[in-house]
């Protein structure tokens, strides 16, 4: 019988909390890992993507930080993008709600404002990317001398994304007593070097390999296709399959594809780079609620987001790196639910995608598409009839139901039902102006008895009462 949060030491107030959000077994990651943690120990730990390593940081976090004077946390947690930065400071708030803990995240994209209004106030727990703290840090509004312990979340992405200068120069800020907790899918080279400059005699768990957990619930299929093809492929993946997320290699990619598969019926959203904040959350929100079919995106989603019942990952780019290939599927079969994860592969990315295949020990065969056999358990789903222009007539110029980060559909000018060639938005000339017996005002500048706007032309040389 597995253990326990209670047998594990976690104390009974916060153990309800988990309790009441229907989490009753510890995940492998959360058994190996939070005696050592909650005694105060400095920790690494590799697990896969969506094994609960949240839960693994977050409730020794809650146990040991103490209530912050205004601008010093005394919890921090560093990650590499604004979407966990959100996702872990929701799963810490119900955690630590109990203790009336006060968290903020801290990143870009967004105002100073409210950032600088809750560290006046004091928080407990910031929860941060690393360029946003730097900045406040630079401004002396936010100081680091009085974190008792600091958190390293996807250690390996902060690596790789260029941000360990400045995860160095904060951790320098903080006390050398303070307690570090280290996650990561890998434990080597540069994180490595973290581990042994910034941890004392940390204990050390690793679980399985990620691919090797995830293949355990989720079916990896390598479809071959031509680059043609891949489009009328996804849409029948995401019209059988139900939420799908679908990455690409380029944000301009992403977003034509989302056009072209709104032009098949399908609403889809947006998640890259070049979103603002506001429209990445609206994206995200419209995913999970339903609102949307698929989210179309490109890496900035591989690692940190965390929706429920993602049904399949399409990989329409194959990703570059054996590591992208985890995280991008990670996506889904989180938690050990079920999921399917499919590689589209065009004659020239074969080789490359054999050597991701190799590195990663998956021996599926490159074949022909086949969606029953694919998806046959996949969530149960009533496929989605594309829409035809009876069913929801739109403009002309613009089929499809493509969303632009959360939005209304985009639509462009284009005809409106019983203006042939008008475009939208626009009225035809002399419509809706004001008329004089009749006829169309002319407009100011011009001469005539309208010459000026809601004043009569004076005669040439005449004074103005």
């Known amino acids: 019988m597995p253990p326990s949060f209670a047998d594990l030491g976690v104390p009974t107030p916060v153990a309800a909390a988990i309790a009441a959000r229907g989490i009753t077994d510890p995940f492998p990651i959360q058994v190996a890992t939070l005696p050592d943690a909650i005694a105060g120990r400095d920790l690494c730990g590799r697990a896969p993507t969506g094994s609960g390593k949240t839960l693994a940081f977050g409730i020794p976090l809650a146990l040991s930080v103490d209530r912050a004077r205004p601008h010093h946390p005394t919890g921090l947690v560093l990650v590499p993008t604004r979407e966990l930065a959100a996702q872990v400071a929701r799963e810490l708030e119900w955690l630590t709600a109990s203790q009336r803990l006060r968290i903020t995240t801290f990143y870009g994209g967004v105002g100073f404002d409210h950032q600088l209004r809750d560290l006046r106030r004091g928080v407990d727990i910031a929860v941060a990317c690393p360029g946003r703290l730097a900045d406040l840090v630079q401004r002396k509004s936010i100081h680091l001398d009085e974190v008792q312990v600091?958190?390293?979340?996807?250690?390996?992405?902060l690596a790789d994304m260029g941000f360990l200068p400045e995860v160095r120069r904060l951790l320098d800020r903080t006390?050398?007593?303070?307690?570090?907790?280290?996650?990561?899918?890998?434990?080597?080279?540069d994180v490595d070097t973290l581990i042994r400059r910034y941890q004392h005699n940390p204990a050390r768990h690793?679980?399985?390999?990620?691919?090797?957990?995830?293949?355990?619930?989720?079916?990896?299929?390598?479809?071959?296709?031509?680059?043609e093809g891949r489009l009328e492929?996804?849409?029948?993946?995401?019209n059988r399959a139900g939420p799908t997320v679908v990455f690409t290699r380029t944000k301009h990619g992403a977003d034509r594809l989302?056009?072209?598969?709104?032009?098949?019926?399908?609403?889809?959203?947006?998640?890259?780079?070049n979103r603002s904040q506001s429209q990445r959350d609206r994206a995200l929100q419209e995913f999970h609620t339903g609102r949307v079919?698929?989210?179309?995106?490109?890496?900035?989603?591989?690692?940190?987001i965390h929706v429920d019942g993602v049904a399949c990952v399409?990989?329409?780019?194959?990703?570059?790196?054996?590591?992208?290939?985890?995280?991008?599927?990670g996506r889904t079969a989180r938690a050990g639910a079920a999921g399917v994860v499919i590689s589209l592969v065009t004659s020239e990315q074969r080789g490359p995608v054999r050597k991701m295949q190799k590195a990663l020990g998956l021996r599926q065969e490159l074949v022909d598409p086949d969606h029953e056999t694919a998806l046959a358990d996949a969530p149960a789903h009533a496929p989605r009839r594309p829409r035809t222009e009876a069913d929801s007539p739109r403009p002309e110029g613009r089929p499809g139901g493509h969303r632009k980060a959360?939005?209304?559909?985009d639509q462009r000018r284009g005809g409106k039902p019983g203006r042939p060639g008008a475009p939208a938005g626009r009225k035809p000339a002399g419509q809706g102006k004001s008329t004089r017996n009749g006829k169309p005002a002319k407009r100011s500048g011009q001469s005539g008895p309208a010459g000026r706007r809601g004043r009569p032309s004076a005669p040439k040389g005449a004074r103005r009462g």
């Open 150 to 157: 600091a958190v390293l979340d996807e250690a390996d992405r």
């Open 175 to 189: 006390p050398d007593t303070r307690q570090t907790l280290l996650f990561s899918a890998t434990l080597d080279g």
């Open 206 to 227: 690793e679980l399985e390999t990620p691919i090797d957990e995830h293949a355990a619930v989720a079916e990896h299929h390598f479809w071959s296709v031509t680059r």
């Open 233 to 238: 492929v996804t849409a029948d993946v995401v």
């Open 258 to 273: 989302a056009r072209q598969l709104g032009q098949r019926g399908l609403d889809t959203a947006v998640l890259h780079g």
């Open 293 to 304: 079919h698929a989210l179309v995106a490109t890496d900035v989603a591989a690692r940190g």
């Open 314 to 329: 399409v990989h329409f780019d194959p990703p570059a790196d054996h590591k992208d290939y985890v995280h991008r599927s």
């Open 406 to 409: 959360g939005g209304r559909p």
